[in-house]
């Protein structure tokens, strides 16, 4: 389905491996979006090792899901009023806990989800496309070696910065990353679908990005 207004705050769903940071950076880079990443902030706290940083580092490590406490910690400390900007959601909320937390935000700064869109990708297709992703440490821009190759090889195309395997993309973290998926954000989704219908669309995650990426595009409009 097309819409014809560009909504002007989303929520991007989508099991890990999905594409859904990939495609939440394009949308950001045409359409001007404000990304609000809680997986990148989680990174850059690990990197600054701060006290929070130090908390939340065994989570990532092992695939589960950070406490709601702690990323509530984070959303304060990053999420500022977004004025003129777009505000672009990329991994929040990702349990039903953090579905009121995200409604606290909406109130105190002034604004509303007005998109949520999902990128429809099977387990299985999911599992295989992350044993090939690359992210770079520095700015956390994200490639694949076979679907989003960088320009120069193990090398971030904004920065040149040597890229890494993320340490939770080991087998037996991605396939328990699925689980807590399926576990956790599919009943958000549900609870979208029947709260407000109308603001929830889905792409088909499992073609190419660049086909996935033109029909997110059709669905919010642009």
Known sequence: ??????????????????????????LGTDFGYHLVRTGE??????????????RVECHLAKGDLVPDGLIFELLEINL???GSNRLLFDGFPRTMGQ?????????RLHFKIDCY?????SREEAVAR????????????????????????ETCDLDGTHL?????????????????????????LKYYQEKCPELCRKVNGNQPFDAVYTEARAAIGG
């Open 1 to 26: 389905m097309v819409h014809s207004t560009i909504p002007d705050h989303i929520v991007v769903f989508g099991r890990p491996g999905s594409g859904k940071s990939s495609l939440a950076e394009r």
């Open 41 to 54: 902030m989680l990174r850059e706290a690990i990197r600054r090792n701060d006290f929070l940083g130090k």
């Open 80 to 82: 500022k009023s977004p």
């Open 99 to 107: 579905v009121p937390l995200l409604e606290q935000f909406e109130n």
């Open 117 to 121: 869109l999902e990128i429809d990708v």
């Open 130 to 153: 992350m044993t090939g992703r690359r992210i770079c440490p520095k700015c956390g821009a994200t490639y694949h070696l076979i679907a989003r190759p960088p320009k120069v090889a």
């Open 164 to 188: 890494e395997k993320r340490p939770d993309d080991t087998t037996e973290v991605v396939q328990f990353r699925q689980q807590v998926y399926d576990e956790h954000a599919v009943p958000i």
